[in-house]
């Protein structure tokens, strides 16, 4: 079966704070993505990555980075967390040839106070 | 500009009557169409995708959309909603590799 997994549902971080949101994905898929979600604006995409140590920006990657040091794992990074930042964080995968569609984890919930 | 709207943002039916729920977009090349269904405190599942061919596409759960080019439309439609139905539902456009534009969302509200 197909799986996403991210490593927390729930995070509560301090303004400021360095934030590793970590995403794996076990169908060997080329494509990777970071989502954004909040309420009223659907799903905004922050980075994507079409392979290893490769990563283009989203629409909204302003105070995010990420990294991709092995196919299977595609980390989102806050480097240095702000209030305007709580939101639902959604991690994606999907194949890199045609007619594919992506595939969903389960959210990280991050608030920041 | 690319874009999706969905122009309701909730909507509220009765259990056993028809649903339907509008999309939007605003794509220059050819869009391939998506409808995904979130329910509470849970990721995003694909309910059907549209790629090419027959413009009325079939999905899991008994839920079907149709692609109108020319009013750049794709409608979810399920004729008999259960209350297990109760979700918020994104539709997208895109290149078919998960680098998606979606809507705003529309919350589904199911009255028994």
């Known amino acids: 079966d197909v799986k996403v997994t991210q490593s927390s549902r729930y995070l509560v971080k301090r303004t400021g704070e360095k934030v590793f949101l970590e995403c794996v994905q076990d169908?060997?898929?080329?494509?990777m993505f970071w989502y954004r979600q909040d309420p009223g604006l659907g799903l905004r995409l922050i980075y994507f990555?079409?392979?290893?140590?490769?990563?283009e920006k989203g629409d909204i990657p302003e105070g995010y980075s990420v990294s991709r040091e092995k196919k299977e794992r595609f980390s989102l990074i806050l480097e240095s967390a702000s209030t305007n930042q709580t939101s639902m964080y959604l991690c994606?995968?999907?194949?890199?040839?045609?007619?594919?569609?992506?595939?969903f984890g389960q959210g990280t919930r991050l608030t920041v106070v | 500009a690319q874009s999706v709207t969905q122009p309701d943002i909730h909507i509220t039916v009765s259990e056993g009557a028809s649903l339907e729920l509008r999309c939007n977009y605003s794509?220059?090349?050819?869009?391939?169409l998506f409808w995904y269904v979130q329910s509470p405190g849970q990721g995003l599942q694909l309910l059907l995708k549209?790629?090419?061919?027959?413009?009325l596409v079939q999905g899991i759960k008994g839920f079907e959309a149709e692609f109108k080019r020319s009013q750049s439309s794709f409608n979810l439609r399920k004729p008999s909603v259960h209350w297990s139905d109760a979700a918020e539902y994104f539709c997208?456009?895109?290149?078919?590799?998960?680098?998606?534009?979606f809507g705003q969302g529309t919350t589904l509200q199911v009255k028994p």
């Open positions: 994606a995968s999907s194949l890199f040839q045609m007619n594919t569609e992506a595939f």
């Open positions: 997208a456009v895109g290149p078919n590799t998960g680098k998606l534009i």
């Open positions: 169908m060997d898929h080329e494509n």
């Open positions: 990555s079409y392979d290893v140590k490769m990563k």
């Open positions: 549209y790629f090419s061919g027959d413009t």
């Open positions: 794509y220059g090349a050819t869009p391939y």
